[in-house]
Structure formats: C-alpha cells, structure tokens
C-alpha cells in the first residue's frame, strides 16, 4: 500500500467539508479499504480557513502548484465556475492526474470537452457531488444499473426552491414572503437567480441525462422556467386537486429524442416526490430493467456534499494503493442524441387568469383555447380582492405545448384578460415508465 | 477487449430475467462499455426453460459442469436454499471463479464463511440482488458512501408484507383476508411464512448490515416479529394517532453495539418510509457525513432483480474485458461489533388488550405498567362486539423492551384480560441520524 496525495483546490463550504471528514476518518479509511489518502496541498484565495483547519503547511494560493505537484495523484476542484477551473481541469489532466468535482456549472456545459480531454490522458473525472450533493445517483447511473438502458431521469434537485414551495405549501405564504425568510436564514442567496429560476437544476440534470443516456447535453439544451410566478392561489387549488407542486428536472429518452426540461409542476400528492420536503433532494431514475427506483438525500451543505466528493477520492484510490491505474470511466458520449423542441411536447395544464368582471371574457378566452386545439376539463371563477376583477382557474386535457404557447399570447392581447397569471404543467407520470420490460 | 464467459446455474424467475435481459442488451454492453457478454453455460433441473429461453444448447442439469469449465469467468447463482449452493461457491472460489449471487438466505447465514474462501482465492462475490432486489444499495455502502462511517440502515425489506399491510390500510380489511387474496393473485407464496414472519426481512437486514458495518451479522443474530397479529383495529388506530404501520427491518450501529431487528413499526405519516406502499421496497441509510439518504425501487420480480445481478456481473466484467482482475472487495468482518440484547433497548409502546367489561381491570393493568416502570401517555377504550368485553388502547413514553416483556406476561395471567392482542413499537426515527456529523 502506498499513500494516495491529494491536491485540492478551494476551501469554501465543501473544500472545508473534505479536509475535515478526511482528518476524521483518515485512520479507518487505511483500516477498512487499505487506503492512505495524504491532503498533499491546499489552495484558496486566502489562508484563513486553512489556518482554521490546521493545514496551513500545505497551503500556497496558486492552483498551479497543485496541479504542477508530481506527487499528486488525484485533483479535488471545488472553486466552481468556469475559470480558472476550465484550466485546472485541462492542467490536471496534462499532468496525468484524475479530477474530482462539484463543479455543476462548469460541468453542465462542458462535459464533452473535458471528458475528452481526460480520456486522451487515460485518466478519469468523477463528479458525483455535481449532480446531487451526497446522494450516489451519479454512480448508479454509471456503474450500478448499467446493465439498464436508462429511460426517465427526473426529481428534485434544487433544496433551496423546495425548500421554499415546501413553505409556501405548509403555510400558505407567498413566494416573496417566504424568499426573504430564506434569505435572512440562510437558506437562499442573496441574489437567488441560479436556484429560483432553475439554472442550478438545469445544469444538474444535463450531467445526469449525459451520463445516464450516454449523449451529449449542454444546459444550454434544457428548456427552463423557475418558480417565481407560483402563488398561494396556485398551491392551494394544486391540494384542491389532490397535487403537489415541485420544481422538478426531467429527462425522457424517447424515439423521438431527449425531452430534457425544468419547471413547476403538478404531480400527484400520493406520489413520492411529493413527499419530499425542505431542502432535501431526490432523484428518480427509470430504468427498462429495474423499473423505477429513487435516490434521496441531501443534495448540499458541507459534510454531505463532501460524503460524495470523498467518494469518488476513495473510487480512484483504492486501485491507486495497489499499484494499479483506475479504470476509465466509459466515455459518456456514445450516442448524439436529437434535443426535442419542447414546443411539440404534450402536458396537461394548469391555467390561472385575472380578468375584468364583464361579460364576453368567458367567451373569448374559450374561442381561443378551442382555435388552438386546447380541450378544458375544468373551469372554475372566484372572486379576487378587487370587485371589478376575478380570476379563472383552467385545466386542460393533454395539450401540445406550442398550442398552449399561442393561446397564451393571444389571451395576453385581450383587452378583457389583466394577466395570465400563472400556466403550470401537469407531468404525465406514467410517460416515466413506457418502454420499462413486462415481467 | 476479449470476452468474458459467464456460467448461470438456476433458470427461475430471476435466472431466466437475466438470460433475456443479457439478450437483450449483449450489443448495448459490447458498444457502450466494451463488455461482450457470453452465456457459456446454463443449468437448472429441467430444460424447458433452456428450450423456451433458447440457450438450450449451453445447457446442464449437472452444475458441476458449469463450474468446472476451465473458461468460465463468472458463475451467477440463483437456485437458494443452502446446499448445493454452498458447494457451488466452494467449488467456483476454487476454480478461481467470482461468484454472483441473490442467494439471501444463505448470504444471511453464511457471508463471513463465503467472504473468507472467496478472499483466500483472490476472487469477489457480489450480491446486489441478495438485498433489496433492484434496488443498488449494497453497492451504496461498498463504494458509493464508504467516505461514511454507516450509522443505520432500515428500511421496507420485504414486499409481500409491504403490500399486505398497504392493502390492510387503504381497505381497512383484516391480514387473513388480504393474505388470502394476494396467494390467490401470486403476490404471496403458499407458505407465507418466509414473508409475512420476518425471515426475509431479517435475511436482508443481516447482509446489509454486515457490509455496512463491516462487521459479522447473521439472520440468527436478528430480533425478529411478523405481521400476523396487525389488526385492522390497529391501522385505525395508527391513523388516528397520525401513523402507519410498515414492517421495518432495522440496524444501528452504536456505541454499546449493533441493534438489529425486523418488527411492525409505527412511523409518523408524513416520514418518507409511510409514502412507500405497495409491493416496494425502499431502504434508508444513514452516514455521519451524507446524512439521511433512501433508495428505492422494486425488491423483487424478474427483470428489477436481473438488473442487480447483471450490474454485478458488468462490474465484474468491465476489468476482465480490459485482461485486468477485478479489484477484490474489501473484507466485510473488520469488526467484530456486539449484538445488542433487544431487552435492553428502549422504545414507545402501542398496547392493545381485549378485556372482561368488569370493574378492577384497568386498575390491575395500570399496577402491572407502574411495577415495570411502564408509563403510559395514553388510554382510551372502546366497545367490541361482544357485549362482555371492551378493548383498551394505551400508548407509552419510552420503556425498555425488557419491562415490556414482562408486563406482557404478567398481563396474560391475569383473569380480567381476554388477550394481549397487539403491541407495536413505535420508532424513535431520531435516533436513526444520532451521531451525524453537524455542519
């Protein structure tokens, strides 16, 4: 057995994770699976946390000492963002060390490329802790149900927004409301566009949908829509009707290409992700073998996303300490898969309009759903705290997107209509499991 | 890349759900992960599954000639029962061969034997499917959470039972009469027993408790209760007080030792675990770092369960391919942990008791709990349909099981009570994450 040096660049709230779980269970990692992990470097912008985590003698704040290090093996980056870590990934690999990553951003755009790049050099990247925090979803789709084509990734994989629809739910509170309160606890950023607009889930769910379905997809390729636009009106006939309503990512790996997307949706309140509340995350995976399966956990904060980033340390230290090289993960990118325009997608909707309190705007609105081939299951009317204005809540039988995106410009043009207040999807969950083998 | 020669002895349910999934996906492995899979051998009693399955010229009813072909890589076993599938792992350790297997029972009683011979030949046994079917949670605790000391694992181990007590829940109808009607449909076996009094559970939990623990934990060493004696006066009951009933199996590893037990439970209706209805399973585990994480999927069932034992197989076959052998797996026993006395630990009580309609009963029971220190946090009774007789509900604050016990019988030799008719614990779910690291 030989010692297993790491380099690991950036010490925020997960680098602080890593060196702390790795100075607590360094001495049953040897014990147990035979592995010396060694915390060779350090590096930060500042020195003060690794004073604060006693490992300032490793400490410089130029990554390229890490990355120059002969003895290094295996590069942890936790900087996040695209630069410098683009290059400290592409260094690494020069250098003939493997790359472990949280990084989600980077890696939701730039897969491909650095996934090249290490398979060139014969070493690996591994980036559990990119997708969902601590949960293992990343090795089970590239190891554990391989033997499964993967058919529907899909969950919940943004605490921060559960965290506040949960809120919004178990209180009746507004979004606005319940944003600020995260914020001054803790629980949003200050500036909360990544997380509440679906930019964090987008990303996440292209690295998932790329690995599982073995094809190239960008963020870029994920159609996107937050949750600010979600009320308590909107909750509340949501529990009326026996749904919930998540921010959910979703991918399906149909004949007709990848359906790959994030927004709010209804799903059914017996369902199990209807059940997950707060800030955890969970993550479906739908394999044509094995069915349905879900992994839940949390999917951020220090130890349980550093629980991932160690992990996948320990995957490529193990053979290390042998004296073997690890084996290359297979390339994800054997297939090109087409991107289906959501616009030919077919939901179930949602649909809630304010409106003047005169007669005709029923009649208007129902022209327009009908020219746009939109079939309505229910209507209802309320009062809102204006006397000239009510609202109207719609659903709708199975719609194509694009029908449900023209009636919504044209019932905007209605002088009658204030606003359409909100248009949410009801995910057909069944459309999950097609093609899963008959037993 | 060369191909890698697989030998399976047993063409069951599951047997026969991997030859048809490796059929099905041979040119898939071959393309993604460079893995060319050849059923060289099969073997069972008869051939008419052969015949059907059309690998009836790989054919054997004598699995010694599948173990002992000099070219095979892997042998799969899946006939059960203790002999000869001892024989059949000794003979291939033997030989060099790493064995798959979703042998529970025998992994339950016998892992440590198995782990030892097959560690002395250099060779792996793999048992995915051994656990919760589908679901990938032995690989979990082998790799994915090895950053982790383990804490618990506990879950719904077992879907026959999961789905009595679904269907005793949503229809409110006895255990006799669901049982009855799920044999008639092929969801319970002729003889329950294995099912509905724990054994498989306890089978399950021992194997996973083991590899998580990393210490030795046989079915024998599992305090064990069935759900015969779940009334659908207790699912009332449960619902009333905002629980359901599951059939838990559940290990802790604690500072006095290993609590390990499969036991109908009571847990709060909004916990994760009381969402999972239906033939299901879903097992939780908990680390020091991740914290609480679940999985879940189908525990049981042809192509789920060949799912978990081809993932085995691949994972096996990636290195062979490559002419490399597979990394062995880490030895499961480096601990030699105590197994908790179950009298020793503490628990809430839900006490049914069938009792004469006669003055003097309530306070005879009421000395029995003070005597054993037993207090109760809530009585209520209600009438039975026998005029004679009224049924008294109690619920207790934590009480050592121990205490329990003996005022269990102490109430039984008493004249005014009918019948102890039902205790349920009530699970201290908190206990479940004592311990994980905060962050």
Redesign the interface.
Known sequence: MRAVNIGLIGLGTVGS?VV??IQ??HD??V????VDLCLKRTCSRSDAEAQRLGVIDTFTTDWHDVVSDPDIDIVIELIGGEHPATEIFEESFKAGKHVVSANKALLGRKMEHLASAAAERGVAIKC?AAAAG???VV??LE???????TLTIAGIMNGTTNYILSRMEAEGSSFEDVLADAQAAGYAEADPTADVDGFDAASKIAILASIGF?TRITTDDVYMQGIRAISSIDMEMAKEFGYAIKLLAIARNTDEGVDVRVHPTMIPR?H?LA???GA?N?VYVV????????????GA????T??????D???LA??IS?G?SP?PE??PF?HNLAIRNVSDLKSKFYIRLTVEDKLGVLAQATKIFADNEISISYISQYDTGDSDAKTLIYMTHQTREGGMEKAKTQLESLDLIREVASIIRIENIDAWTENV?A?
Chains 1, 2 share one sequence.
């Open positions: 994770g702390r779980l607590k269970h049953e990692y014990e147990h699976y035979g559990e601590g949960i293992p090795n089970a190891h554990n149900l391989i033997a499964n084509e073995r017996n199990l059940s997950v509340s955890m969970a394999g044509d073998a094995v069915g349905e399966t879900m992994f839940y956990g949390a904060g220090s130890f349980p550093a629980s991932a980033v160690v992990g340390v320990m995957a193990t053979p042998q073997r084996l297979s390339e054997g083998f037993n």
